[in-house]
Structure formats: C-alpha cells, structure tokens
Nanobody, 122 residues
Framework: QVQLVESGGGSVQAGGSLRLSCAAS????????MGWFRQAPGKEREFVAA????????YYAGSVKGRFAISRDNAKSTVHLQMNSLKPEDTAVYYC???????????????WGQGTQVTVSS
C-alpha cells in the first residue's frame, strides 16, 4: 500500500509559477513510477507528466512540455511538479499517482492522492 499526499496548489496569475509536491509513504518509493494528472471542471482526468522509479526518464503531455518539469527525491519519498508560464487552461485539480511502471494511462495507476487545486487567472 502507498499513501500519497499532494501540496503546493493555489491561485496564481497567468505567466506565474507553482511547485506541487507529493509525499509518499508505504512501500519502497523508488520501486514506483510516479505520475501527475489533472482534472478540470466538466472534463476527464488527463495525463500531465510521469517519471520513472529512479528518475532517469520523464514524460510530458504536449500541452505542458517545455513549461512543466517533474522530478523526484527518493531519499525523501517525494515527487515534484514545477509549473512555469502557467495559463488559465492549466486550471484544474492536480493529482499524483503511483504505479510499478511508467504509464500515460490513468487506469494503470494503482494509488492516488486526494488532489490539490491549481487556479490560474488571466
């Protein structure tokens, strides 16, 4: 079992930055790939970024590539999402998730946090 708790959400103006964090507890953190997903009001949850267990490989949705950066600190069992040049369309609840292998697909992830709200105003 893995427990995940997100933090760092908030409100920011367009062009600003936020850094989300996800703290994990439970089994060996480095054995899990970690993903960030988001869900905007009235829309389906979508993939944002993912990182392999040891951090050597990262993956991004096209809509955030070049603006967001995912990283992890296995010693602290934490994964981060640095979000720069934020746009109003980035407004959503952001979730971190854990899975034994990297995947873009929501249904592949076994463990989820409760989510953190990000609001970007124009």
């Amino acid at each position: 079992q893995v427990q995940l708790v997100e933090s760092g959400g908030g409100s920011v103006q367009a062009g600003g930055s936020l850094r989300l964090s996800c703290a994990a507890s439970g089994r060996t953190f480095s054995s899990y790939a970690m993903g960030w997903f988001r869900q905007a009001p009235g829309k389906e949850r979508e993939f944002v970024a993912a990182i392999s267990g040891r951090g050597g490989s990262t993956y991004y949705a096209g809509s955030v590539k070049g603006r967001f950066a995912i990283s992890r600190d296995n010693a602290k069992s934490t994964v981060h999402l640095q979000m720069n040049s934020l746009k109003p369309e980035d407004t959503a609840v952001y979730y971190c998730a854990a899975n034994p292998s990297v995947s873009y697909y929501i249904n592949d992830y076994n463990y989820w946090g409760q989510g953190t709200q990000v609001t970007v105003s124009s």
